[in-house]
């Protein structure tokens, strides 16, 4: 009896945990969409701000749309040419449980607690060493070593679940140690996945990597080397407006932030689906 009741208080603390989670989020959509949809329009989505946008005259944000998908798809693509291999190397090249992989991985866990301020800081002095000026690519290379460590640490979680078994069959057909990990790659694509869509939902909305680093502009950027604007910055600046129909753009754009990640999870989860068949 003590056990059924225990589970029943149990189960009804881990309901009660999915429904509160579950009111914030439709909370926050709600103020987000009652503020933003008002403001919303075609004209905001395609069209580039005007010298007078950010004081309530016409214009859009398609160039802080253009630079938030550059930026993300390129710190994605750079990240994840880095972070695979990591936690690839941290569970099958070396010892799983041994000294040197424990400690990398509280490396990466101290990497995944640092502000994101921090890293915009870092970037702006690696671009000064570098001779890299407020651009697309500075942007790209902080949000990059922002999201790493969420990538590494992500994958790592999935490819601890991986039964040394299946290596070892491997290894036992004669099978190289890069066909190996080749097929331990295919095992770990939904991890892969995941820690993809983790990443870009951290990359894409965070404001203060990108605000030392990527500049900001008016125009959509041509080549790595030109300024871009960002979602983040562009609610951020509208938000600091004292002019309501400002904030209310704010808004407006935080929702289609918020879409456009909805929209990336939700297409990369189909395709991954569609590639299983």
Same mark, same amino acid.
């Given at each position: ?53 950010? @004081? ?5 944000? !398609?160039?802080?749309? +253009? ?6 798809? =390129? &710190? %994605?693509? *750079? ?108 095992? @770990? ?5 995941? !820690?993809?869509?983790? +990443? ?6 965070? =404001? &203060? %990597?990108? *605000? ?66």
């Amino acid at each position: 009896m003590n056990r059924r009741f225990t589970e029943f208080i149990m189960k009804g603390l881990m309901l009660l945990s999915v429904a509160t989670i579950m009111m914030v989020l439709l909370y926050i959509l709600y103020i987000v969409a009652s503020k933003g949809l008002r403001s919303l329009s075609w004209e905001m989505v395609t069209s580039l701000p005007t010298g007078g946008y950010y @004081l309530g005259k016409e214009g859009g944000i !398609a160039n802080a749309i +253009a630079g938030s998908l550059m930026m993300i798809v =390129a &710190a %994605t693509a *750079l990240s994840l040419i880095i972070s695979l291999p990591t936690a690839l190397c941290i569970n099958f090249v070396m010892r799983r449980n041994g000294r040197l992989a424990r400690s990398s991985r509280f490396m990466f866990d101290v990497l995944f607690g640092i502000p994101s301020i921090v890293y915009g800081a870092f970037g702006f002095l690696l671009m000064m060493w570098l001779g890299v000026q407020a651009s697309l690519l500075g942007g790209t290379i902080a949000v990059a070593l922002l999201i790493m460590p969420i990538m590494v640490r992500a994958i790592d979680e999935v490819a601890v679940l991986v039964p040394s078994d299946l290596t070892e069959a491997v290894f036992s057909l004669g099978a190289t140690r890069y066909e190996m990990l080749k097929v331990v790659v295919r095992q @770990l694509r939904p991890g892969i996945v995941s !820690a993809t869509l983790l +990443a870009v939902g951290r990359g894409i909305g965070d =404001a &203060a %990597t990108v *605000l030392f680093t990527a500049g900001y502009t008016d125009s959509i950027p041509v080549t790595p080397n030109d300024p871009a604007a960002t979602l983040p910055l562009a609610i951020f600046f509208q938000l600091s407006s004292p002019v309501e129909e400002v904030q209310n753009r704010a808004y407006a754009a935080a929702l289609i932030l918020t879409a456009m990640i909805l929209v990336i999870s939700f297409g990369v989860r189909a395709l991954v689906k569609y590639s299983r068949k």
